[in-house]
């Protein structure tokens, strides 16, 4: 029973810890725009924004209803099982934030659930039915919905803006984008605080500490909504300036059509009981908003990159949760190993993160600021030079060249008057 005790304990700090990263690597959801537009200042944003994830994490309990009676049979779902899934998802986290993709956080967990459930006790453990409606069809739906719901809200505002004074206009769609991002930190709360819940809730009915069917008890809701409150005010600043700058470049009125446009559809598959993919809504509203200005662009190898991130979250996912269930099989001690390689796996993703910093002080910029001099941009890496040196260098550059060098020598032509000569 002691050992029990023990591991169910490992799994609520492990789904903790996962609602953490889930935090950080969310925080470009909500934040990304405004931060990018000048509307908020990045440590304000991130603030305000884990300030109503948290608010948010008490406004409904279907999503946690979602994965923790429905996604998979709680019969025979073992603590370790869950524990295992942990371990994918989280490692998952990590590895896209590093990249600074904005991958979905929750299709890493979902994936990690499935991985682990299916390597315990078969495909049967997995509910079909809700997998492809509740999980994969608003996967695909979330950011063609919110995308076209962007566009044409974007396209809408500069319409009826057109005759507005411009700087009234943009204070105004400013403090809009205030507000709007406002609520997509409340929805990001009602999601995917929600999910945690679930998972924690999970473990809870499979040790025998909370009835079958039983709702997520209090404690378990503020300490998942306070997990990813501090891991949203930590600041996800790699994926921010993906989803700010990285995937097209917005204004005022597009931040403020992107951002209302994925709170609505968030909102509305919450209350629907959808694990909605908040990251996807909101990637989709952005490419959305940046093609409903005249002249704007998405920058599509920065779209198909996160693509592809997105299509191998599940799988990705699932396959390190399997692996982390079958060394879970060999009792405490795989256990043990598991919980080492993670925490070792998270310490080197760190390291290896800080070998270029990226914080609120350079969000914004194109490049990150070198420590030694205050403001002072970090010396180009290998790829980089390479690139600049096969690249042809632009106008203004030739002519600065053009302008140093002497004028080759030239020799005169003997039919050509002297200098004596002309009159």
Not at 37 to 64: D, H, Q, R, W, Y
Not at 114 to 142: E, F, M, Q, R, Y
Not at 333 to 361: M, P, Q, Y
Request: proline fraction near 5%; hydrophobic fraction near 50%; glycine fraction near 10%.
């Amino acid at each position: 029973m002691e050992s029990f005790s023990l591991i169910l304990a490992i799994v609520v700090v492990t789904a903790l810890a996962f609602d953490f990263t889930n935090g950080f690597h969310d925080t470009a959801n909500a934040m990304a725009t405004t931060i990018s537009t000048g509307a908020l200042k990045p440590k304000v944003a991130v603030a305000m924004s884990a300030v109503l994830n948290l608010v948010g994490a008490f406004l409904s309990v279907e999503v946690a209803n979602t994965i923790s009676k429905g996604l998979v049979d709680e019969t025979g779902i073992r603590p370790e099982v869950i524990f295992a899934a942990l371990v994918g998802a989280i490692l998952w986290n990590l590895l896209t934030w590093l990249v600074g993709l904005p991958s979905s956080s929750s299709h890493a967990l979902m994936g990690g659930l499935i991985g682990a459930a299916v390597a315990s006790a078969g495909i049967g453990a997995v509910n079909g039915d809700v997998l492809v409606t509740k999980v994969l069809l608003p996967a695909i739906a979330a950011p063609i919905v919110a995308g076209l719901a962007a566009l044409l809200a974007s396209r809408m505002t500069y319409s009826l803006g057109r005759k507005a004074d411009g700087r009234a206009a943009a204070k105004g769609y400013r403090a809009g984008q205030i507000a709007s991002a406002g609520l997509v930190s409340l929805a990001h709360g009602t999601n995917d605080a929600q999910k945690t819940m679930g998972i924690i809730t999970l473990a809870l009915i499979a040790g025998g500490s909370l009835a079958p069917d039983s709702d997520p008890p209090v404690w378990v809701i503020l300490s998942a909504g306070l997990a990813i409150a501090l891991g949203t005010y930590l600041g996800g600043w790699r994926i921010i300036r993906t989803m700010g700058k990285g995937l097209t470049d917005l204004q005022p009125q597009q931040g403020f059509a992107a951002q209302t446009s994925a709170a609505t559809v968030i909102l509305a598959s919450s209350h629907l009981g959808f694990s909605l993919s908040t990251t996807h809504s909101v990637s989709g509203a952005v490419m959305g908003a940046g093609l409903g200005r005249k002249g704007g662009v998405v920058r599509w190898s920065t779209a198909t990159r996160m693509f592809v991130a997105w299509g191998l979250t599940l799988p990705a996912a699932a396959l390190v949760a399997a692996l982390a269930e079958w060394v879970c099989r060999a009792g405490d001690w795989g256990t043990a190993l598991v919980a080492v390689f993670l925490i070792a796996s998270s310490f080197a993703i760190w390291r290896i993160s800080r070998r270029e910093v990226v914080d609120h002080t350079n969000v914004v910029d194109g490049g990150p600021v070198d420590t030694e001099g205050p403001g002072q941009p970090e010396p180009a890496g290998v790829v980089t030079t390479a690139m600049a040196a096969v690249s042809p260098p632009p106008t203004g550059a030739t002519e600065e060249l053009a302008a140093t060098l002497p004028a080759p020598a030239t020799t005169p032509d003997p039919k050509a008057p002297s200098a004596a000569t002309t009159v």
